[in-house]
Nanobody
Framework: EVQLVESGGGLAQPGGSLRLSCAAS????????MSWVRQAPGKGLEWVSG????????LYADSVKGRFTVSRDNAKNTLYLQMNSLKTEDTSVYYC?????????????RGQGTQVTVSS
């Protein structure tokens, strides 16, 4: 059974930073492309970033390009999202999911999510 557990969210000020983690179990993590997606209150899921199974290819939504960095540690079965220069519009629940990009991420695999709130 695929299990993804997100953590690291919290309250940050505009311009601040947070680092999210996603612990994976129940499948061979190193074989799967992974994504971060988010959902703001009252809105649908938005794909944020993806990384190939070996970590060599990374993709970003235009809204986060240059501010967010996705990475992974296959030895630890963990996915990361470093978020810098945070904006109020980044406020969302953040999820990790299997899949590389907006077309292929599998929303049904995402975990319980971690809340990120950006506010002064």
């Amino acid at each position: 059974e695929v299990q993804l557990v997100e953590s690291g969210g919290g309250l940050a000020q505009p311009g601040g930073s947070l680092r999210l983690s996603c612990a994976a179990s129940g499948f061979s993590f190193k074989l799967f492309d992974m994504s971060w997606v988010r959902q703001a209150p009252g809105k649908g899921l938005e794909w944020v970033s993806g990384i190939s199974n070996g970590g060599l290819r990374t993709l970003y939504a235009d809204s986060v390009k240059g501010r967010f960095t996705v990475s992974r540690d296959n030895a630890k079965n963990t996915l990361y999202l470093q978020m810098n220069s945070l904006k109020t519009e980044d406020t969302s629940v953040y999820y990790c999911a299997q899949g590389l990009d907006a077309r292929t991420f599998r929303s049904q695999t995402r975990g319980q999510g971690t809340q990120v709130t950006v506010s002064s």
